[in-house]
């Protein structure tokens, strides 16, 4: 199917809730993207921090090949090796922080439910009948069911929806007095946190914020749940960003780069916490399929055999490098903040035409607010990638300068 046609049938029969640029594609290779108009493109998104090892990665490419080829689901009726196998892949890496069992499920939002849901139930089991309240940040993003809009802290996703699960009780980020002061025994069980905040713009926690907040839970019995969807899986640096910040929390959320591309997401839990989740208590038809989880084996054991982490942090220092120069050459870049190979660039400038002058020049990236860049290329970018979406970002910061210059 031709553009053309692609963006016809599109307006005539999906949904139009998304607001999607004019480029489709045929295929990709790494951190390229080859567009149904003929044109290559580096793709410095990823599909929004999601395809971790790039595209058509050969090991994610025989892993899905060779689990279509024997089996594709069974449901969670039966024992599934592939799922036991991404389990104890996650929970061998994240076991330090006492994180020794997995539930998988489809999506970001699935997971943050699942967590949710997780906590009600430990807290009714160990701390009474409730009903018991989740501390939750301002300027988050957990998701788009009812219950993770409702703990997401910005009114935009939430407006229409109403009513909303109740439970949640929203506080400053980076504001340790102001989470310690909202924890009000007994009615408060959790705090559900961003260690970095994705969707916010890339902010991250500061070092004494999520120690204080883990030390918090400690001294309250709280649970400290993590949302990783956007931040885990390598995107930091570390396999987990909480692991920077020297904690350990009670569980954690994942997605996004977890499968590759493949959608799956995990609850990553103490086993004291998810024993409650008892037969009967939750599950989801598709969770922890075979063909997700062995997606999921295939990257976490490349991201491992492929020293993925070292060239997150290598190639996210010189990104973070090149953004400075174009910071001291382009008044109109404000702040960069970057973990690894995420970053979030402050403009003093409306964010979409530059976005839009990228992509023209072959440079994938997206608007996260609408002065802010997001910058999330496959964590497998090679260092002339990352050279050439700089310089495609310098000519296109000057090309859209000079179009908002008075004549
Ligand atoms: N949590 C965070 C931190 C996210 O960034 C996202 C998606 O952007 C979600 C949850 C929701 O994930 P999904 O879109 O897979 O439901």
Redesign the pocket.
Known sequence: MDMKTTVQQTADHLFQNYRRAPVAFSHGKGARLYGLDGKEYLDFIAG??TSSLGHAHPALVQAITEQASRYLHVSNLYYIPEQTKAAMLLTERAGSAGLGRAFFC???????EAAIKLARKWAKATKGQGPFEIIVTHN??????LA?VAATGNPHYQEGFEPLPAGFKFVPYNDLAAAEAAITPPSVCAILM?PA???GGVIPATKEYLQGLAALCKKHNLLLIL?????GIGRTGTLFAYEQYGIQPDVV?L??GLGGGV?V?AVLARDSVAAHLVPGTHGTTFGGNPLATAATAAVLETIQKEGILDNVKARGEQLVAGLRRLHDKHGVVEEIRALGLWSGVDLTIDAGPLVEACMNRGLLINAVRPRTLRIAPPLVTTAADVDAALHVLDDAITSVKAAAAPA
């Open positions: 929004i921090a489809n999506s970001g939002a699935e997971a943050n988050s993003f957990h998701g788009r069911t993770t961003e905040q994705g969707e949302d990783e969807v956007q931040s959320t997605a996004k959608p997401g």
